[in-house]
């Protein structure tokens, strides 16, 4: 095992950021760290590269505790963080030169890396411009420039595509999984599940700081194999006919997302009159009604009760 996270806790007084969670990361993955705002994804991960020291638990890096060693796994670690980090009146070269001296780079074998990563990146037309007008893609992808320049082991992600254009959204998707063919190990949080859904070997979904569920998409999925979605609008929210759903035997959950009543029930348990017959005794008019089978999404707000885009 590369990394192996065991009972991390972080809290900030009251707030639970980190609580409890047991994760591991594999040679040569792309691992991905799933869940709301406010999940703990960051928290997490900064345990996870030494950046913040967990309240309990530890991480083992190849089998050594990074608190007794916090050195060995920041060499081996390149970290892209949330919030863009580049000085604006300098070029995208300029700024690489920087963070590739803070990792000791020096000489020919810094500005060979620097036009690598470029290159890498998308960006060698641009490199000589000011990153201040650049676009928020581009400025992403500087970002992830300045992480690679030392040839880290282990690449850490944190929500990299995140208020930027669909052009640079596909190029650094396509990034990370030319860079995990290579070999590199990923570490990817994000709150949009196709992103999972398209990146990732294994997904731990985390939410009010724990890992609330683990595993590939498939397995992920086959939690609720044996359901059926069923989707619909009324013409009001109606109290006591939510309140009939929820105590229907048939139904196993209730949550609403815009503006629509999704009930999970299992499959082809004929629920459709029990709808029917609940909203005439509420007089609510139904506008709409779908039944599905659950998507992976569809997973993720099962187990979290929310939409990952709240
Ligand atoms: N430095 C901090 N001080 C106080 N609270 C924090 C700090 N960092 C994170 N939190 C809180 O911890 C929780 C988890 O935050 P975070 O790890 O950033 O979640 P995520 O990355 O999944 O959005 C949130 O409630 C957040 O407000
Ligand atoms: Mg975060």
């Known amino acids: 095992m590369l990394i192996k996270a065991k009972g991390i806790k972080k809290y900030y007084k009251k707030v639970r950021a980190v609580d409890g969670i047991d994760l591991e990361v594999r040679q040569g993955e792309i691992l991905g760290l799933l869940g709301p705002n406010g999940a703990g994804k960051s928290t997490a991960i900064s345990v996870l590269s030494s950046l913040i020291k967990p309240d309990e638990g530890d991480v083992f890096f190849k089998g050594e505790s990074i608190l007794k060693n916090p050195a060995a ?6 970290i892209v963080p949330q919030d863009v980090a580049l000085y604006p009146d300098l070029s995208a070269a300029e700024n690489l030169k920087f963070f590739g001296k803070l990792y000791g780079l020096r000489g020919e074998m810094l500005k060979t890396r620097i036009q690598e990563v470029l290159e890498l990146l998308g960006l060698n037309g641009r ?14 992808r500087v970002n992830i420039g300045a992480a690679l320049l030392h040839h880290p ?10 208020g930027i254009d669909p052009q640079s959204r596909s190029h650094i998707l396509g990034t990370v999984k030319d860079l995990n063919k290579k070999g590199m190990t990923i570490i990817y949080t994000s709150h949009y599940m196709e992103e999972a859904e398209h990146l990732c070997h294994r997904i731990y979904v985390m939410d009010h700081g724990k ?5 590939t998409k498939e397995e992920l999925k086959s939690l609720m194999a044996g359901d059926d979605l069923v989707l619909f609008r009324t013409d009001r929210v109606d109290e006591g006919f939510l309140k009939a759903l929820r105590g ?3 139904v196993k959950d ?11 029930v299992q499959k082809e348990s004929d629920i459709l009159s029990d709808i029917f017959e609940a909203a005439s005794a509420s007089r609510v008019k139904l506008k709409s009604l779908e039944v599905k089978t659950p998507t992976l999404e569809d997973v993720f707000l099962y187990l979290t009760g929310r939409g990952l885009r709240d």
């Open 127 to 140: 490199a000589k411009d000011a990153v201040k007008n650049y676009s928020g893609g581009m400025k992403r």
């Open 211 to 215: 890992i609330i569920a683990s595993g």
């Open 73 to 78: 796994i920041r060499k081996a670690m390149g």
């Open 153 to 162: 082991e282990v690449l850490i992600m944190d929500e990299p595509t995140v």
């Open 248 to 250: 229907n035997l048939k």
């Open 254 to 264: 209730v949550s609403q997302t815009d503006g629509n009543i999704i009930l999970t």
